[in-house]
Every structure is written in C-alpha cells, then in structure tokens.
C-alpha cells in the first residue's frame, strides 16, 4: 500500500514597448549560426534557427523575421543575480524540467528541477533531425524521463512521451507530473508585458503586479476531473477551454499551443516576487493521477492520497511554441496567431453556423408523485414537441427570424435519467409522430433544432445499464459518485438521489446502438456534455483522460458524418467536429493574481464557429449579461421551458426556475433584433481587435471595419471624438450596411 498512497484592449491605441524576451538579445540571423555562451546551431529552417548546449541541455529558439531569441531556461549567470531565489528554487531557474514526485515514505510530495543535477552526466542529449533529445536521470530517486526538442517551419515542439518514463524504485519514489520548459522566454523584474492565460474567454496576469500574496495561477486544462469525489460543492470559474498560453514581452511575444497530453495537462503562471524575480508560464503533464480518500469515522478520519500503479505510457505531451509576428504583439496578435492554426488544423470544419438567436429547451423532467400514499417517478412536460414549434412561431412573428434550438430531455432515456439505447420519442411530448411533425415543421421555417442527447451521466438503471456495473470507477476501484449540493450551504443534498458517470466501454457501445437506431430519423443532434466535462474512468491501471477525450471525439466524429453538431462549453478537441458550441465562456474566473479579462476564446473562433453566450435569464443583470453577446459578437443565448416554472420545485432542475417562455418572449425577441441590427454590420463576424478602454467599457473592432463600444458601468461614456455610450448600453460604428454616418446606439 505504501507505494500507492501519500499524505497530502479607442482600437488604434495599443501599449507596445520596444523590449524583447530576457532570455535573449537581438542578434543576426548570420551570427546566430557561429558559437554563442557555448551553444552550436544543431537545426535550422527559413524561419528559426535551434542554438543548443549539448552539456546541460539549455537551448534558444532564433527567429529570423523577427531577429529575436527566445531561451529554454535561464543561465547561470542571470540566476545568480536573483535576490529572491533562494536554494532549489534558484537553480530551478536553469531547468528545463521541473519534476513533482511522491516519496512514499515520507507520505509528501517533492520537486525537483533539472537543473539541480550536479554532473552532466545526468543529462544525455542526443543530436536528432530538426533537433535534439534529451534524457534526464534525477540519480537519487530513480527518475528518468527524456524530452524531444524539434523545430518546424512554424516554431519550436517540445515533447515528452510516457513511455520515455523510467523508475527504477517505485516502492518509494513515484513520478507524479512534469512541469516542461518552466522559464521558457521568463520576463524579468525590470520588463514589461503580461502572461496571457486561458481562464474562462481569457485574462492577462501583468507582469510584476505585487499580487505575490496571492494564490497564482494553476488550473487543469478541460477543467477537475469530473469523477473525482467531491464533499462540497466545486468552485465554479472560468474552465480551461482552449490549451493555450502567452506571453507578451515589450515588442515580443509567443504563443504556446499543446498539441496532445491537453486533457492531463495543467497550465502554471507565476509573477515576479513568488519564487524568484521572474515572470512565467508554462504546461505541466501528470503522468500518474491521484485522488483523495478518508478512513475511519467523520470524527476521527484519516485522509491519504492514493496514486496510481502505472501511468499511461501510450500517451504523451507535446506543446507547440509559436513566435507572434504580428504588432503590437499583444493577447489579439496571439488570438490571430491561434486562429490561423486552427484554420489550417480544421480545413473545411474551419465554418460553422451563423450566430441567431439560441434557445436552450427543455422537453419534460421526472417529478415525483404519489398514488394511493405510494411514491413514484412521473414524466412531467414542460415543454412538448408541439410547443417547440409554437416557441419558435411566436418569436418568429416578433421578427426573430433566425433561431437555433438545443433541444434537452426530449427523449425517454434522458428524461428518465438512464443512459439511452436506442430512439423513445416521449408520449407526453407527443409520441414519434409529434417528434417527426416538429422536425419537418421547423426546417420548413427555417429555424435550426439539435437534439441533445447525454451519453455520460445518469442517475438510475434501465435499458440494459446498470449503476453499479456499467459506471466509471475511481482510482480506488469503487464507483464514481455525483453527488448533489445545495446552493444555500454547498453541502450534499441528502435529499436528491445520487448520478453516475458512464464507464468508456459502455458510453461507446452506448452511443454506437443509437447512432444505428437515429439513422432514419432526419435530424441533427447535440453532444451537450461532451464539450463541457471529461473524466477519467479507471478501468485499466493506466487510466487517463487522454483516453477518454478520444472515447468523446470518436463519438463526435460519428455524430457529426454528414450531420450537423454542437455541443456545451466549446473543450477544443470538440472543435474539429461542431458547427456550433452553446454557453461559450464569456468571463473568466477573476482570481486574484489576475488583472484583466479578455474575450480570446471569441477573437480565436469568430467566424470559425457560431457561439451563444451562456443563458442570459439564468443571470442575475440580464441587460449585462446581453451586453456580453454584443462584446464578443456571439449569439444571445436564453434557458427556456413553455410550462410554469413552478412544478419544477424540490427537483432536480430547480435551476431552469424562471424560465417560462411567456415570461421572456418578449426581451428575448428585443435582443434579437438589437442583435439582427448589430450583427449586419459585422460582416463575417471575424474580431479583429479588442480593448478594454476603462474597468467598465470595452471596445472590439471586426475585420469588416465596423467597431462597437460597450459600456457596462453606470455612467455614460463619452470616446476622444465625443460619440456618447449611455450607461450599461452599447455604440456601434461603421460596418457592412452602414451610411457615411454610420452610427446607432441603442
């Protein structure tokens, strides 16, 4: 047991600055192939140029086009002059690997960076095409791992692969994760610029902002691990979407893309003051999941970690670093930057639907009833396929012409909270018949509906599924519980049943039998939960959530063959499959370390794939919240049910309260055609700029020239060319359809 368990953004006006990376100084590209600080050119292409010391493995990226460098780590000399660094942290400096492991015996975990290593015979690098090897044996504790270090045309691949893994004493010292080229291109105190890190849409950490009291950055990519056991409920903020980071350095920047391991992946920010005088970023790769488990009574528990055996050595992490060419080098230079990766990853899936109006319905829910004093589960509608159209009618004749459905619970499995197997169209919605009429009558008006289906979670057995031997274990090999808690305590409910998350092997014999039974019905479907949460199922010792992201994108592609699909959250290895993604993040979490939030998430995908803000009724201000979609230039996005929202009481969904389309119809149609008025003069939708002119007001400028200023604050606001934005509303100028005047407000 010992080795398994241990203790626990006016458009025109951008900043720039003429500074380049600390890690390096402006040279010629000429000069950069003689010898430097013992370093020898091993790769070259047209664009950069690899510079490496083959004794200690440090390396520096040289651009061409922008005539910069860019180091793996610091150097000796830079660390020596640190007057915060102190000990390991100090040489952590000169790593290019930063390795946590669990020492058994002392039931702690330790780091321990690379260059800590004190002969170079530790380090073995072997010269490769395009680049360079390099083996790390951390002698003391039996770790060894090896880094590939590749240039392309485009930039700079860092890659560690698990099989590379080798531990030699696993009864005491286990690999835990791996933080990869921690200090590549760090900012120094005396620099200016910011870390751009893909909370939430996105947020920028200014360099040497004093906030080193502060928690700093660290958050997994897709978000906690869903299945992991949870006592209270989990924190809600800004989810990881995108696995990207930047960072921006006077004139400079870069932009790190990872390009496989993202789903085991976390993202690590740190400013000056912390550890050392230096500002950084940086993935790091968990090798070997782990989890927290309690013994004994409430009273008296022992909480330890348990890890598990074997990490997965099919997969790997690799993270692409991009040099940003485009001025002024700020997070919008990045978001293009990202955008023309994607463009060219996605081919022809680089297009997805038009922004409109986007309704998030809900069919029927299970209430819970009596008869004769005997309590059961009765299908309750709240919204049939019928009225579904009705919906659709009514908004149309208010001039909403352009509507997207996401049709929820409309089916018997989902409705019934058991993992569906085949088509049940719902009597109480109207039977197969009401399902097919409602398909024919809204493609006939033009309206666009998704049937969602959710393959992972549910709450009883049914239909060939059991709870307790089809759903997802924990690392403990019990069964992977979800719990419900109250908003009023963040406690369990005790009250309302627990859910289970679908093991893989059945979510994918689960959604191959409907895909064959939905062949004959002519609709386009919803994958609602597969862009929104991802969880590790530990059937085999090697479990990780590498493995079930592609369980989740093979359900996708299948889904989505000659069909339309979207799905909630927008996780980006959903991208390749989608036209459209629902509740795309708008904020980020607002941590403390963090100074600014910016919409990258809509800047990278504008024009790329259509997008709704979450549900605006489900926010406290939804005017605000409206003002969201008119920033981003996303698709305003409602909740809504026909029925009153009052049956809904003591359920599970008593989240959907407030949600009865009469009460809405109205403001929601309002938004539309406000929405209509701005879009058409957006063009394609592309984003091209963004700022954040004050706390209250932003600007974002669209590739068409047609530029909208929001205000959020309760004041008016008056731009340097006296155009007024009256308090919490919006200006837009110019676009596609626009007079010479070219101005409306609203």
């Known amino acids: 047991m010992n080795k398994r368990i241990c203790a626990a953004l006016s458009a025109v006006v951008f900043l720039c600055s003429s500074l380049c990376f600390t890690a390096g100084a402006e040279n010629s590209g000429e000069a950069a192939t003689e010898p430097q600080n013992g370093m020898t050119a091993i790769a070259e292409n047209s664009n950069y140029i690899m510079l490496a010391d083959m004794q200690t ?16 780590n610091l150097t000796k000399e830079q660390t020596a002059l640190d007057e915060i660094a102190k000990a ?12 946590t492991y669990c020492d058994t015996s002392l039931k702690q975990e330790i780091t321990l960076g690379s260059g800590t290593l004190k002969s170079g015979s530790e380090i073995k690098t072997v010269k490769a095409e395009n680049g360079f090897n390099a083996e790390y044996t951390f002698t003391d504790i039996g770790i060894s791992l090896t880094a590939e270090y590749r240039i392309d045309g485009e930039g700079l691949i860092a890659t560690v692969r698990g099989s590379s893994v080798k531990e030699t004493d696993k009864d005491r010292y286990l690999l835990v994760s791996a933080e990869i080229l921690p200090y590549f291109g760090a900012a120094g105190a005396d620099e200016n610029g910011y870390i751009f890190v893909p909370d939430g ?6 360099y040497n902002n004093g906030k080193t009291e502060t928690e700093q950055y660290s958050q997994p990519v897709y978000g906690n691990d869903a299945a992991q056991m949870r006592e209270t409920a989990p924190i809600t903020g800004g989810t990881v979407r995108l696995p990207v980071f930047g960072m921006k350095t006077g004139n400079s920047a870069f932009l790190a893309v990872i390009e496989s ?6 993202i690590n920010a740190n400013v000056s003051g912390v550890l050392n005088s230096y500002n950084s970023v940086c993935g790091s790769y968990v090798f070997r999941n782990s989890d927290l488990y309690s013994f004994g009574n409430s009273s008296s528990a022992t909480t330890y ?9 099919d997969s790997y992490y690799s993270v692409r670093y991009l040099t940003v060419t485009e001025e002024p080098f700020d997070y919008n230079a990045m978001a293009h930057t990202y955008r023309s990766y994607l463009e060219a990853k996605l081919g022809k899936n680089a297009q997805g639907k038009e922004n409109g109006l986007f309704l998030e319905i809900y069919g029927a829910v299970q209430t819970q009833k009596t008869f004769l004093g005997l309590p059961y589960r009765a299908v309750t509608p709240l919204t049939t396929y019928s009225e579904v159209v009705c919906i659709s009618d009514e908004l149309k004749a208010l001039g909403t012409d352009e509507i997207i459905i996401q049709y929820k619970n409309w089916e018997s499995g989902n409705i019934r909270n058991k993992v569906p197997d085949k088509v049940r169209s719902a009597k109480k919605l109207g039977g197969g018949s009401g399902l097919k009429t409602m398909l024919k009558k809204l493609k006939t008006s033009g309206t666009d509906i998704y049937l969602d289906l959710d393959f992972t979670h549910y709450t009883y057995s049914g239909y060939g599924y059991s709870t307790r031997f089809n759903s997802a274990t924990l690392l403990s090999k019990t069964t992977a519980i979800q719990k419900k808690f109250l908003l009023s305590t963040l406690y369990e409910d005790e009250d309302a049943p627990w859910s289970y998350l679908l093991n893989l092997k059945s979510f994918k014999k689960a959604v191959n039998k409907y895909y064959n039974s939905a062949k004959q019905l002519e609709a386009d479907f919803s994958l609602s939960s597969l862009g929104n949460d991802i969880y590790t199922d530990y059937f085999s010792d090697d479990s990780s959530r590498n493995i079930t992201e592609k369980y989740f994108t093979d359900a996708a592609k299948t889904f989505s063959n000659g069909k339309g699909l979207i799905t909630s959250g927008g996780n980006a290895y959903m991208l390749p499959f989608v036209d459209f993604i629902s509740s795309a993040p ?9 100074d600014e939030t910016v919409p990258f998430y809509q800047l990278c995908l504008s024009g790329i794939k259509g997008m709704s803000t979450p549900p605006i009724n489900q926010d406290g201000n939804p005017e605000k919240a409206f003002l969201k979609a008119v920033e981003t230039g996303i698709s305003p996005g409602y909740l809504l049910i026909k029925s009153d929202s009052y049956i809904l009481k003591n359920t599970a969904y008593n989240n959907l309260y407030g949600t009865t389309f009469d009460g809405w119809k109205e403001t929601a149609a309002s938004h539309l055609l406000n929405w209509k008025e701005i879009r058409d003069k957006l063009g394609n939708g592309k984003i091209q700029a963004h700022k ?3 706390a209250n007001v932003t600007y974002t400028l669209y590739e068409n020239g047609a530029a909208v200023i929001v205000n959020y604050g309760d004041s008016a606001y008056t731009d340097e060319n006296g155009n007024v934005t009256d308090a919490v509303s919006y200006t837009v100028f110019g676009g596609v359809t626009a007079d010479n005047e070219g101005i409306f407000s609203r």
Do not use: P
């Not at 493995?57 to 180091?71: N, T, V």
């Open 261 to 266: 391991g993202a789903s085991s992946s976390r």
């Open 88 to 99: 390991k942290f100090k040489r952590a400096l000169e790593s290019q690997i930063i390795i």
């Open 692 to 694: 954040n002119i004050n």
């Open 201 to 206: 849409c996105g947020a920028l950490i200014y």
């Open 305 to 313: 970690r348990m890890y598990q055996e074997k990490i997965d050595t």
């Open 586 to 594: 708008v904020t980020s979490s607002g941590f403390d370390v963090e």
């Open 57 to 72: 493995a440090r390396f520096e990226l040289y651009d061409r086009l922008s005539d910069r460098y860019i180091a793996s």
